[in-house]
Structure formats: structure tokens, C-alpha cells
């Protein structure tokens, strides 16, 4: 069974860039979570994504944004970088409804200056 | 809104020493709790969970954690603690049948050979 993978493992950017973070979820699992880990923080949901919808969103602006492919793979975008977006990128997948056991990638780090 | 708290940010103890981190949560409903530990290098893997019944659930490598309702708290503990427990360690709630999971600062636990 493969686990949750995620591309690439760090990433710099500068600030005004866009970037694309990839996450390939667990054998089974149809459903993927985002997260943002900053320094020293726990990690805070930026959204969920089922059946290649979004069903859910934290409090992050729109120009953070994702999708999911068929295959249940998914991409997390963000346009426009701040410096405050640095961070670990964390994806999250987990089985059809009614298991909320997650299962985490290794995460990417970007490092925008 | 929903929020966790974990009361210390940084544990040191000797191996063989117990073992209690605190973690309270704000939620009025029914909730899903969970601990996930990330060892140094590692990703984010979950430790135990309590969906619902007994209120005190174990977990792996001797871990367990106690949900007392009236209290909003879900610690964990463990009566021995290792070397190799040296890790970072989040509590995290869901609402039950909701999309989003909330973790608390984390509790960065160093073990002193």
C-alpha cells in the first residue's frame, strides 16, 4: 500500500510568484485535506476536496486555491506569494465518509523571499 | 469557533518518567479527537483517536488518552516514557461529520537518555 506523497519536497519562490504543490493520496482514499504548518504552529486546514470538489475551506483567501483529478491526486495553488506563505505544505488523505482518520504526507516546505 | 489548546509548548523529562500532556477544546457539538506525533524528520502520524464509547483510548507505542466531556479535555499520557518518544506531539478535533480538523500549537516533548 503507498502512502501519501507530496512534490517537491522544498521549493523557493519569490514574493508575487505562483506555485503548485502536488499530492498523490493513499490507495483508496478519495478524499484530500490541505493544511499550512507555519514555524513553531500546528498545521491549519485551507480546504478539502472530494470526488474533485471542494467541500470545505478555511480561513484562507481565494488565492489559494486546488483541485483533484479523477485519480483522487490533487494540487494545492497560490498566486500572488507573500512572505508570510512560508511555510509546510501538508496534504492529507483519507477513506469515503464516515472514517476521519487522515493519513499525512511528508509535506513540501516553500520559502518564499 | 472551534479551537484546542495545549497547555506546554516545550516537555523535558528523563526516560522513565510519566507522561501527561493537556489538551483542551471549544466546541459545543460532538467531536472526533485525535493525537498525531511527528518524530524529528518524520511526517505526521496518528497516535490514537476516540470517534465515540469508552472514554479512554489507547494508542500505539503505549500511549493512551482520556476524553472527559464535561471537561472539554482530551490529555494524553504514558506511565514510561523513552528516548525515542522525542517528538512533536498535536491534538486535533473534528466535529463529527464535519470537514475540517483543528490542532492545537503542538507540545515539542524532549526525552533525556
Known amino acids: 500500500e503507498t502512502g501519501v506523497t507530496q512534490s517537491p519536497t522544498h521549493l523557493i519562490k519569490t514574493r508575487g510568484q505562483q506555485v503548485t504543490l502536488r499530492c498523490s493520496s493513499q490507495s483508496g482514499h478519495n478524499t484530500v485535506s490541505w493544511y499550512q504548518q507555519a514555524l513553531g504552529q500546528g498545521p491549519q486546514f485551507i480546504f478539502q476536496?472530494?470526488?474533485?470538489?471542494?467541500?470545505g475551506r478555511g480561513n484562507f483567501p481565494p488565492r489559494f486555491s486546488g483541485l483533484q483529478f479523477p485519480n483522487y491526486s490533487s494540487e494545492l495553488n497560490v498566486n500572488a506569494l507573500e512572505l508570510d506563505d512560508s511555510a509546510l505544505y501538508l496534504c492529507?488523505?483519507?477513506?469515503?465518509?464516515?472514517?476521519?482518520?487522515?493519513?499525512f504526507g511528508p509535506g513540501t516546505r516553500l520559502t518564499v523571499l | 469557533a472551534q479551537s484546542v489548546s495545549q497547555h506546554n509548548h516545550h516537555v523535558i523529562l528523563s526516560e522513565a518518567a510519566s507522561l501527561e500532556l493537556g489538551c483542551n477544546y471549544s466546541?459545543?457539538?460532538?467531536?472526533?479527537l485525535f493525537w498525531y506525533v511527528q518524530y524529528p524528520g518524520q511526517h505526521l502520524q496518528l497516535l490514537l483517536k476516540?470517534?465515540?464509547?469508552?472514554?479512554l483510548v489507547k494508542g500505539i507505542k503505549g500511549f493512551e488518552a482520556e476524553f472527559i466531556k464535561s471537561k472539554f479535555s482530551f490529555n494524553l499520557r504514558k506511565p514510561s516514557v523513552q528516548w525515542s518518544d522525542t517528538a512533536e506531539y498535536f491534538c486535533a478535533v473534528k466535529s463529527t461529520g464535519g470537514f475540517k480538523t483543528i490542532f492545537g500549537a503542538g507540545t515539542r516533548l524532549f526525552v533525556k537518555a
Open positions: 476536496y472530494y470526488r474533485e470538489e471542494e467541500n
Open positions: 492529507a488523505s483519507s477513506a469515503p465518509a464516515g472514517n476521519n482518520e487522515q493519513f
Open positions: 466546541y459545543g457539538g460532538t467531536v472526533n
Open positions: 476516540y470517534f465515540s464509547g469508552d472514554p
